[in-house]
């Protein structure tokens, strides 16, 4: 028997609700991987599970998680580990600082997060040389099947298990972390948000920052006044042709001074017509 035969170690951990579906062999009415029938799947490679589901498992992400419309299994990198201290990684071929995550250690976990999976779906790594993180990506995510997340930790994972299997590398941004795990549930909160029944009101999503290109216009609610401080009056107007034009002049003119890379996206699309 191998040192890291996953048929000896606890199963991989899942939340959500689970399907009904007929079996000839007898199974307990809890089980600790319950499979989601349809559902929007988040397969996540981590060394720490028990981080997840986190903020994941709170307020809409939390309760769309609880009824089933979306699902997350987390797989403990540990148990592939090697020998009897389960080993996952290993100094750096060529010398220099810290360790490297082994590419016989993350390969088993990777092909059996894909057979838990079923279909195939994008197998992403989170890592700082990777694409950034854009909502133009979590849209394309949250209309696919889901997706298998590794979180490095250490130096990072043999470069060959990258190019075996096709990873995508992301990025949630120019800055380096201890590990991928508050990235993974960051990807993963943006693109579950996307499901339709999460929000509860589509309109929040079509309406928010980067929806249209732009940054989102300024929000307002009860007192009328605070701190000496009214409401735009054009808000309060009842006209909605005038609100609609006031919040788009001011998503363009904080998109314009804060994020000049996106105006200048904005405006080329404009220009071309699309």
């Not at 191998?2 to 606890?10: E, G, L, M, N, V």
């Not at 981590?46 to 992400?61: H, K, N, Q, R, Y």
């Not at 490297?100 to 057979?115: F, K, M």
């Not at 929040?204 to 009214?230: C, I, K, M, N």
Request: proline share 7%.
């Amino acid at each position: 028997m191998s040192d890291r035969d996953p048929d000896t170690a606890p199963p991989a951990r899942s939340h959500g609700r689970k399907a009904i579906r007929a079996t000839a062999r007898p199974r307990e009415l809890i089980t600790p991987a319950p499979q989601l029938h349809g559902a929007w799947a988040a397969h996540v490679i981590t060394l720490f599970p028990d981080a997840f589901p986190g903020v994941l498992g709170e307020s809409l992400t939390g309760r769309a998680l609880k009824d089933g419309l979306w699902r997350l299994d987390t797989i403990d990198l540990r148990r592939f580990g090697i020998g009897r201290h389960r080993n996952v990684d290993d100094t750096p071929a060529g010398g220099g600082a810290g360790m490297v995550l082994r590419a016989d250690v993350l390969g088993p976990a990777i092909e059996h997060a894909q057979a838990q999976a079923g279909a195939p779906q994008p197998l992403i790594y989170l890592s700082p040389r990777g694409r950034p993180m854009d909502q133009a990506m979590m849209r394309d995510l949250a209309r696919g099947p889901g997706a298998t997340l590794i979180c490095g930790r250490f130096e990072g994972v043999d470069e060959r298990v990258l190019e075996h299997y096709g990873v995508q590398e992301v990025s949630l941004g120019d800055f380096v972390m201890t590990g991928g795990e508050i990235a993974a549930q960051a990807l993963i909160d943006a693109t579950v948000r996307l499901i339709p029944g999460v929000l509860g009101n589509e309109a929040s999503a079509r309406d928010e920052s980067f929806a249209s290109g732009l940054l989102e216009h300024p929000q307002y609610t009860r007192p009328a006044v605070w701190q000496g401080r009214e409401i735009p009056e054009v808000l309060m107007s009842g006209h909605h042709g005038k609100v609609a034009e006031w919040r788009r002049r001011l998503a363009e003119e904080i998109t314009q001074e804060r994020r000049p890379d996106l105006w200048a996206v904005h405006e080329g699309s404009e220009n071309s017509g699309d």
